[in-house]
């Protein structure tokens, strides 16, 4: 940090210096105005850089105390309301720290649900509602993934909505994965619509996503099955893979005769698989 500083500041002297050199004595006036002003410049920067990195310092460490807090503190007698004073101090941090933990190990039922019950009383999850309209593609992604780990029904019924118009391909896959996570049923067919003339990356993506939900997906079968969009075939075609039923068969010999190549082919293949 230091020595990025400091060729910052060395470079914009030696520039300096080049431009003194090469005026005449009588412009030197200006040459000094020069040097004050790349001067106010190097000095900024250097309070911007420093500033950077002392907010960088001060949130990984206050990840770190939340993470130690929801780990060892945080005990079957403590109060959802004890919790809370706990969140209040800086709740995005907060739910970076419950994330990374739960991302690794499962916390116990009733730890969880406390924390979750916390989150709920202080309508943070109103917060991340919000959060989804910001013009920030980051924030609005931070908001999706935060959402997919607080229970709320606002939330969900928000993200199928925000799903729909939502720009940003980053943004949707996020959407999907809480969708997916809080088990969000009813919006499967929102996800799916989402599919419709997007990159085969997000498809892809989106699929892998909705195996966590394979036998429910499957049961939109019936409504999807007249839909000739390859990207929603590709989807039932994997699910098929993981719900080898009757009916799921009956689709894929569907797809054999009646998809484009592309998709009769996958279809054949898992076919032959089940």
């Not at 118009?165 to 809480?178: G, M, N």
């Not at 075939?233 to 893979?241: K, L, P, S, Y």
Request: glycine residues 2%; contains cysteine; charged residues 20%.
């Amino acid at each position: 940090m230091a020595e990025d500083i400091s060729s910052i500041v060395s470079g914009l002297i030696d520039s300096v210096s080049l431009a003194v050199d090469s005026l005449p004595y009588q412009s030197l006036i200006v040459a000094l105005v020069l040097v004050g002003s790349y001067l106010v410049v190097a000095i900024g920067t250097m309070l911007f850089l420093s500033g950077e990195w002392l907010l960088r310092r001060r949130d990984e460490s206050l990840t770190t105390r939340f993470q130690n807090f929801i780990a060892y503190k945080i005990q079957e007698n403590t109060s959802p309301e004890n919790i809370s004073k706990v969140i209040q101090k800086a709740p995005f941090l907060f739910m970076d720290a419950f994330i990374r933990i739960e991302s690794q190990v499962r916390l116990p039922d009733t730890q969880r649900e406390r924390i979750e019950a916390a989150l709920l009383a202080l309508r943070f999850d109103i917060v991340l509602i919000r959060e989804l309209s910001r013009r920030a593609v980051n924030r609005r992604c931070r908001a999706a993934v935060q959402l997919a780990y607080i229970p709320s029904t606002a939330a969900a019924a928000t993200l199928a909505h925000r799903l729909q118009y939502e720009a940003s391909t980053q943004v949707k896959l996020r959407i999907v994965f809480a969708l997916v996570r809080t088990r969000c049923i009813q919006s499967i067919p929102s996800i799916l619509d989402s599919l419709q003339g997007s990159h085969r990356t997000y498809q892809n993506q989106v699929s892998a996503l909705l195996q966590e939900l394979a036998y429910d997906v499957a049961e939109f079968l019936p409504v999807m099955f007249n839909r000739t969009e390859p990207e929603l075939q590709r989807v039932f075609v994997r699910t098929a893979g993981s719900v080898p039923t009757p009916q799921m068969q009956s689709y894929l010999m569907h797809l054999v005769q009646q998809a484009d190549r592309d998709v009769a082919h996958e279809a054949l293949s898992t076919l032959v698989g089940c």
